[in-house]
């Protein structure tokens, strides 16, 4: 039995995400995303048994390095620890915005297997542990962390685009004034 490539199994990830920005989820074909990744069709079946589960397994990864890179808990304090969180998700979001549609159209598709989802809540743990500290610690409003965390990915989803528009000298301070809107709608 062949060893699987891990380097091959991100570029298909990758091929996929690619092919999904061109037809969407509903015209993703296996045999599409092996032109794109420039192997043969049959090599992405040795990786994921079909396309149900080539995207269930895309969904994770972008998942996944969505919450390494926002949700980081560095022992800070609550605000500096919110700030940071906050513009780590505009950033996040100006520099991955096929993965953001992706990861939008994913979230309520049958593709999304309940062992993934389960998953995907554990990495925003960091995110709900934070907020909950500050309803603790009486700095942020005592409302239920999941309206909280809805509201910061709203917010966050309607302000990045306004911060991708604008010239790269000017998005920190936009990120900044996204992150001090997000706190003074949450503070206590």
């Known amino acids: 039995m062949r060893q699987k490539d891990e380097t091959k199994a991100q570029h298909i990830l990758r091929a996929t995400l690619d092919e999904v920005q061109v037809v969407g989820l509903a015209g993703l074909s296996i045999e599409a995303v092996a032109r ?3 192997v043969a069709t049959g090599t992405i079946y040795t990786y994921f048994r ?21 949700f980081s808990d560095e022992g800070l304090p609550l605000r500096a620890a919110f700030t940071q969180m ?17 990861m939008t159209q994913m979230a309520n598709s049958p593709y999304v297997t309940d062992e993934t989802r389960a998953t995907v809540a554990l990495g925003v743990r960091p995110a709900t542990a934070l907020l909950e500290r500050g309803k ?53």
């Open 36 to 38: 794109r990744a420039g």
């Open 50 to 70: 079909n396309k149900d589960a080539l995207l269930d397994a895309l969904y994770l990864h972008t998942k996944q390095k969505f919450a390494a890179f926002v």
């Open 86 to 102: 906050a513009k780590a998700y505009v950033s996040y979001m100006i520099e991955n915005k096929d993965e953001m549609v992706f």
């Open 136 to 188: 603790a610690e009486q700095l942020l409003k005592p409302l239920d962390t999941a309206w909280m965390l809805a509201f910061l990915s709203g917010a966050m989803g309607a302000l990045a685009p306004l911060a991708a528009g604008l010239p790269a000298d000017q998005q920190a301070e936009f990120q900044d004034a996204a992150a001090l809107l997000c706190w003074d709608a949450l503070k206590a």
